[in-house]
Protein backbone atom coordinates (compact mmCIF):
# COMPACT_ATOMS: atom_id res chain seq x y z
CA UNK A 1 0.00 0.00 0.00
CA UNK A 2 1.09 3.77 -0.85
CA UNK A 3 2.32 5.35 2.07
CA UNK A 4 0.09 8.56 1.47
CA UNK A 5 -2.88 6.23 1.37
CA UNK A 6 -1.39 4.61 4.64
CA UNK A 7 -1.70 7.33 6.47
CA UNK A 8 -4.86 8.53 5.43
CA UNK A 9 -6.23 5.39 6.41
CA UNK A 10 -4.93 4.96 9.78
CA UNK A 11 -6.44 8.85 10.51
CA UNK A 12 -10.02 8.29 9.33
CA UNK A 13 -11.30 7.66 13.07
CA UNK A 14 -9.72 11.07 14.30
CA UNK A 15 -11.66 13.90 14.07
CA UNK A 16 -9.81 15.71 16.35
CA UNK A 17 -7.28 15.32 13.98
CA UNK A 18 -9.04 17.59 11.80
CA UNK A 19 -11.45 20.75 11.62
CA UNK A 20 -8.62 23.28 12.62
CA UNK A 21 -11.05 25.89 11.72
CA UNK A 22 -14.38 26.11 13.58
CA UNK A 23 -17.34 24.32 12.62
CA UNK A 24 -19.68 27.00 11.56
CA UNK A 25 -22.80 25.49 12.13
CA UNK A 26 -24.07 23.12 15.55
CA UNK A 27 -25.70 20.74 16.21
CA UNK A 28 -25.84 19.80 12.13
CA UNK A 29 -26.05 22.02 8.72
CA UNK A 30 -30.65 21.42 9.05
CA UNK A 31 -31.01 23.23 11.55
CA UNK A 32 -29.64 26.16 9.97
CA UNK A 33 -31.32 25.75 6.85
CA UNK A 34 -34.29 24.63 8.09
CA UNK A 35 -37.15 25.57 5.27
CA UNK A 36 -34.45 25.35 2.28
CA UNK A 37 -35.46 21.95 0.83
CA UNK A 38 -39.27 22.60 0.03
CA UNK A 39 -42.35 20.43 -0.47
CA UNK A 40 -43.38 22.31 -3.56
CA UNK A 41 -40.45 20.97 -5.55
CA UNK A 42 -40.66 18.30 -8.18
CA UNK A 43 -40.83 15.04 -7.05
CA UNK A 44 -40.04 11.60 -8.82
CA UNK A 45 -42.79 9.80 -6.62
CA UNK A 46 -44.72 7.86 -9.76
CA UNK A 47 -46.94 5.48 -7.86
CA UNK A 48 -47.90 3.33 -4.56
CA UNK A 49 -49.30 0.13 -4.92
CA UNK A 50 -50.48 -1.98 -1.59
CA UNK A 51 -49.51 -5.36 -1.37
CA UNK A 52 -50.55 -6.48 1.75
CA UNK A 53 -49.94 -7.53 5.15
CA UNK A 54 -46.68 -9.58 5.66
CA UNK A 55 -44.49 -10.69 8.63
CA UNK A 56 -41.49 -8.58 8.77
CA UNK A 57 -38.02 -8.09 11.05
CA UNK A 58 -38.00 -4.24 11.55
CA UNK A 59 -35.73 -2.02 13.20
CA UNK A 60 -37.94 -0.40 15.65
CA UNK A 61 -35.87 2.60 17.78
CA UNK A 62 -38.61 2.15 20.53
CA UNK A 63 -37.84 -1.67 20.95
CA UNK A 64 -35.33 -2.91 24.23
CA UNK A 65 -36.68 0.18 26.39
CA UNK A 66 -35.62 3.06 23.83
CA UNK A 67 -32.14 1.45 23.25
CA UNK A 68 -33.50 -0.25 20.01
CA UNK A 69 -33.44 -3.68 18.43
CA UNK A 70 -35.47 -5.49 16.16
CA UNK A 71 -38.88 -6.54 15.92
CA UNK A 72 -41.17 -8.93 14.13
CA UNK A 73 -44.29 -6.99 12.80
CA UNK A 74 -47.65 -7.92 10.85
CA UNK A 75 -46.74 -4.81 8.68
CA UNK A 76 -48.70 -3.42 5.88
CA UNK A 77 -46.17 -3.65 2.38
CA UNK A 78 -46.06 -1.54 -0.19
CA UNK A 79 -44.31 -0.99 -3.72
CA UNK A 80 -43.23 2.30 -4.47
CA UNK A 81 -42.70 2.79 -8.29
CA UNK A 82 -40.42 6.47 -8.84
CA UNK A 83 -41.04 8.44 -12.39
CA UNK A 84 -37.47 7.50 -13.27
CA UNK A 85 -37.69 3.68 -13.45
CA UNK A 86 -36.50 2.99 -9.61
CA UNK A 87 -38.47 1.17 -7.11
CA UNK A 88 -38.54 1.06 -3.41
CA UNK A 89 -40.27 -1.34 -1.04
CA UNK A 90 -42.24 0.62 1.98
CA UNK A 91 -42.65 -1.75 5.35
CA UNK A 92 -45.68 0.36 7.81
CA UNK A 93 -46.08 -0.48 11.29
CA UNK A 94 -49.42 -1.21 11.81
CA UNK A 95 -49.28 1.17 15.05
CA UNK A 96 -49.94 3.35 12.62
CA UNK A 97 -53.59 3.06 12.37
CA UNK A 98 -56.04 0.96 10.51
CA UNK A 99 -55.28 0.63 6.84
CA UNK A 100 -56.66 3.51 5.63
CA UNK A 101 -54.90 5.71 7.75
CA UNK A 102 -51.70 3.81 6.67
CA UNK A 103 -52.21 3.83 3.40
CA UNK A 104 -52.56 7.79 4.07
CA UNK A 105 -48.96 8.20 5.48
CA UNK A 106 -47.32 5.67 3.27
CA UNK A 107 -48.41 7.47 0.24
CA UNK A 108 -47.55 11.17 2.18
CA UNK A 109 -44.08 9.78 3.17
CA UNK A 110 -43.54 7.92 -0.21
CA UNK A 111 -44.02 11.80 -1.81
CA UNK A 112 -41.77 13.46 0.93
CA UNK A 113 -38.83 10.85 -0.09
CA UNK A 114 -39.38 11.63 -3.95
CA UNK A 115 -38.09 14.70 -3.42
CA UNK A 116 -34.64 13.02 -3.26
CA UNK A 117 -32.40 13.09 -6.01
CA UNK A 118 -31.70 9.76 -8.05
CA UNK A 119 -28.50 9.21 -6.49
CA UNK A 120 -29.66 9.07 -2.82
CA UNK A 121 -33.13 7.16 -3.71
CA UNK A 122 -31.37 4.13 -6.12
CA UNK A 123 -29.52 3.14 -3.25
CA UNK A 124 -32.90 2.92 -1.33
CA UNK A 125 -34.09 -0.53 -0.90
CA UNK A 126 -36.59 -0.34 1.96
CA UNK A 127 -38.59 2.03 3.79
CA UNK A 128 -39.37 1.18 7.34
CA UNK A 129 -42.28 3.68 8.66
CA UNK A 130 -43.27 3.86 12.17
CA UNK A 131 -46.09 5.59 14.19
CA UNK A 132 -44.99 7.52 16.87
CA UNK A 133 -42.30 10.29 17.73
CA UNK A 134 -39.10 8.89 17.58
CA UNK A 135 -35.35 9.94 15.86
CA UNK A 136 -34.94 9.07 12.62
CA UNK A 137 -31.77 6.96 10.68
CA UNK A 138 -30.71 5.53 7.57
CA UNK A 139 -27.95 3.51 6.45
CA UNK A 140 -27.95 0.08 4.39
CA UNK A 141 -29.68 0.82 1.67
CA UNK A 142 -32.72 1.89 3.82
CA UNK A 143 -34.65 4.68 5.64
CA UNK A 144 -36.22 4.90 9.33
CA UNK A 145 -39.16 6.92 9.76
CA UNK A 146 -41.76 7.45 12.30
CA UNK A 147 -45.11 9.70 11.13
CA UNK A 148 -45.61 12.08 14.16
CA UNK A 149 -41.14 12.41 14.13
CA UNK A 150 -41.91 13.88 10.07
CA UNK A 151 -45.24 15.61 11.20
CA UNK A 152 -42.74 17.59 14.21
CA UNK A 153 -40.22 18.18 11.62
CA UNK A 154 -42.55 19.36 9.40
CA UNK A 155 -44.96 21.70 10.79
CA UNK A 156 -42.62 22.82 14.32
CA UNK A 157 -39.19 22.92 12.86
CA UNK A 158 -39.56 23.01 8.98
CA UNK A 159 -36.23 21.00 8.82
CA UNK A 160 -38.24 17.76 7.91
CA UNK A 161 -36.63 17.69 3.88
CA UNK A 162 -33.43 18.56 4.95
CA UNK A 163 -32.95 15.55 7.77
CA UNK A 164 -34.08 13.43 5.24
CA UNK A 165 -31.60 14.09 2.67
CA UNK A 166 -29.21 13.36 5.64
CA UNK A 167 -30.54 10.84 6.46
CA UNK A 168 -30.57 9.10 2.80
CA UNK A 169 -27.37 10.10 2.06
CA UNK A 170 -26.05 8.25 5.24
CA UNK A 171 -26.62 5.00 1.71
CA UNK A 172 -24.03 7.34 -0.15
CA UNK A 173 -21.74 7.75 2.63
CA UNK A 174 -21.03 3.97 3.04
CA UNK A 175 -20.24 3.27 -0.62
CA UNK A 176 -17.40 6.65 -0.12
CA UNK A 177 -16.40 7.27 2.96
CA UNK A 178 -13.47 5.37 3.22
CA UNK A 179 -12.27 6.19 -0.11
CA UNK A 180 -9.09 7.19 -0.70
CA UNK A 181 -10.23 10.48 -2.63
CA UNK A 182 -13.12 11.66 -0.27
CA UNK A 183 -10.16 11.60 2.86
CA UNK A 184 -7.85 13.42 1.01
CA UNK A 185 -10.81 15.84 0.45
CA UNK A 186 -10.83 15.78 4.53
CA UNK A 187 -7.92 16.62 5.41
CA UNK A 188 -7.70 19.11 2.42
CA UNK A 189 -10.54 21.14 3.57
CA UNK A 190 -8.82 20.76 7.33
CA UNK A 191 -12.30 21.24 8.87
CA UNK A 192 -16.05 20.55 9.11
CA UNK A 193 -18.99 21.99 8.23
CA UNK A 194 -20.98 21.41 11.68
CA UNK A 195 -20.39 19.88 14.97
CA UNK A 196 -22.22 16.93 14.14
CA UNK A 197 -20.07 16.08 11.61
CA UNK A 198 -16.75 16.82 13.33
CA UNK A 199 -17.59 15.11 16.42
CA UNK A 200 -18.64 11.58 14.21
CA UNK A 201 -16.24 12.30 10.86
CA UNK A 202 -16.57 8.62 9.30
CA UNK A 203 -20.09 8.30 10.10
CA UNK A 204 -21.52 11.72 10.07
CA UNK A 205 -19.67 14.04 7.79
CA UNK A 206 -20.85 12.61 4.05
CA UNK A 207 -24.23 13.20 5.06
CA UNK A 208 -23.49 16.66 6.87
CA UNK A 209 -21.33 17.47 3.74
CA UNK A 210 -23.77 15.94 0.81
CA UNK A 211 -26.43 18.32 2.54
CA UNK A 212 -24.38 21.66 2.57
CA UNK A 213 -23.32 20.94 -1.13
CA UNK A 214 -27.02 20.13 -2.59
CA UNK A 215 -28.24 23.49 -0.54
CA UNK A 216 -25.17 25.20 -2.27
CA UNK A 217 -25.37 23.89 -5.74
CA UNK A 218 -29.51 23.52 -6.16
CA UNK A 219 -30.72 26.23 -3.65
CA UNK A 220 -28.47 28.84 -4.01
CA UNK A 221 -30.98 31.37 -4.70
CA UNK A 222 -32.73 30.40 -1.30
CA UNK A 223 -29.69 31.42 1.19
CA UNK A 224 -27.68 33.94 2.20
CA UNK A 225 -24.71 35.63 0.31
CA UNK A 226 -23.10 34.72 3.94
CA UNK A 227 -24.19 31.65 3.79
CA UNK A 228 -23.14 30.66 0.44
CA UNK A 229 -19.64 31.99 1.31
CA UNK A 230 -19.34 30.34 4.96
CA UNK A 231 -20.26 27.12 2.96
CA UNK A 232 -17.99 27.62 -0.18
CA UNK A 233 -14.85 28.52 2.37
CA UNK A 234 -15.36 25.70 4.80
CA UNK A 235 -15.38 22.69 2.88
CA UNK A 236 -14.00 23.68 -0.76
CA UNK A 237 -11.96 20.03 -1.66
CA UNK A 238 -15.42 18.42 -0.59
CA UNK A 239 -17.84 20.64 -2.73
CA UNK A 240 -14.91 19.78 -5.62
CA UNK A 241 -15.45 16.27 -4.53
CA UNK A 242 -19.10 16.14 -5.16
CA UNK A 243 -19.17 18.12 -8.00
CA UNK A 244 -16.86 15.71 -9.88
CA UNK A 245 -19.00 12.93 -9.14
CA UNK A 246 -21.61 13.76 -11.64
CA UNK A 247 -24.54 12.52 -9.95
CA UNK A 248 -27.63 11.92 -11.15
CA UNK A 249 -29.81 14.78 -9.37
CA UNK A 250 -33.49 14.26 -11.15
CA UNK A 251 -35.93 15.36 -10.20
CA UNK A 252 -33.96 18.15 -8.67
CA UNK A 253 -33.49 21.08 -10.86
CA UNK A 254 -30.05 23.04 -11.14
CA UNK A 255 -30.22 26.46 -9.55
CA UNK A 256 -29.91 29.20 -11.82
CA UNK A 257 -28.38 31.80 -8.99
CA UNK A 258 -25.66 28.79 -8.22
CA UNK A 259 -22.27 30.45 -9.37
CA UNK A 260 -20.86 26.92 -9.97
CA UNK A 261 -23.65 24.88 -11.82
CA UNK A 262 -22.81 20.58 -11.90
CA UNK A 263 -22.15 19.56 -14.74
CA UNK A 264 -26.00 18.27 -16.22
CA UNK A 265 -24.93 14.34 -16.34
CA UNK A 266 -27.39 10.57 -16.67
CA UNK A 267 -24.53 9.45 -14.61
CA UNK A 268 -26.33 8.22 -11.14
CA UNK A 269 -26.27 5.04 -8.93
CA UNK A 270 -28.05 2.34 -10.80
CA UNK A 271 -30.13 -0.13 -8.93
CA UNK A 272 -28.71 -3.45 -7.72
CA UNK A 273 -28.27 -6.08 -5.86
CA UNK A 274 -28.46 -5.68 -2.01
CA UNK A 275 -24.73 -6.38 -0.69
CA UNK A 276 -22.96 -4.40 -3.67
CA UNK A 277 -22.71 -0.46 -4.29
CA UNK A 278 -22.39 1.57 -6.96
CA UNK A 279 -17.99 2.91 -8.44
CA UNK A 280 -17.78 5.92 -9.89
CA UNK A 281 -18.27 4.41 -13.24
CA UNK A 282 -21.84 2.96 -11.83
CA UNK A 283 -20.03 -0.19 -11.84
CA UNK A 284 -21.21 -2.66 -8.77
CA UNK A 285 -18.32 -3.32 -6.07
CA UNK A 286 -18.14 -4.59 -2.98
CA UNK A 287 -19.97 -2.68 0.56
CA UNK A 288 -16.98 -1.10 2.51
CA UNK A 289 -16.63 -3.63 5.10
CA UNK A 290 -18.36 -3.07 8.37
CA UNK A 291 -15.65 -1.24 11.32
CA UNK A 292 -16.06 -3.62 14.71
CA UNK A 293 -18.19 -1.98 17.09
CA UNK A 294 -15.31 -0.59 18.94
CA UNK A 295 -14.61 1.67 16.35
CA UNK A 296 -17.58 3.25 16.92
CA UNK A 297 -17.87 3.28 20.38
CA UNK A 298 -18.95 6.88 21.98
CA UNK A 299 -21.28 7.54 18.40
CA UNK A 300 -24.65 8.45 19.63
CA UNK A 301 -25.05 7.20 15.80
CA UNK A 302 -23.92 3.62 16.23
CA UNK A 303 -25.50 0.44 16.43
CA UNK A 304 -24.92 -3.05 16.56
CA UNK A 305 -25.13 -5.20 13.40
CA UNK A 306 -28.90 -5.89 12.72
CA UNK A 307 -27.97 -7.47 9.25
CA UNK A 308 -29.74 -7.35 6.50
CA UNK A 309 -30.67 -3.78 7.95
CA UNK A 310 -28.89 -1.99 10.34
CA UNK A 311 -29.12 1.69 10.47
CA UNK A 312 -26.92 4.80 11.28
CA UNK A 313 -29.70 6.90 13.37
CA UNK A 314 -29.15 10.44 14.15
CA UNK A 315 -29.11 11.47 17.76
CA UNK A 316 -32.70 13.40 18.74
CA UNK A 317 -33.00 16.32 16.36
Given amino acids: MKPFLLLLILMIPCGSCLGQKPWPYKPGVAEHYA ?13 ITYVGQQEKTVFDRRAKDGNGGRITIHAHVFNIAWSDGLSSEMVANPDIGDLAAVTAQAERHAKIVGLLPHCLRSLLDRIVLHG ?45 EKSPEWLAAQYSDNAFISKYAQDFPLREDVSESFLAWLILRYHRHRITEEQANTISSQIPAR ?34 HRGTT ?15 PKAWAGSPCYLPDLSPFTFHLSRAR
Wanted: net charge neutral; hydrophobic share 30%; proline share 8%.
Fill in 239 to 272: LKYFDERNYNMFPVAADAGSTEPPQKSSIGFQPM
Fill in 132 to 176: GNVTMGGGNRSLLLYSEKTMQHETQKGKLHEIIVHEAAHNLGQTM
Fill in 278 to 292: SGSDGSPVRSPTPLP
Fill in 35 to 47: GTIRSTGPSAFGS
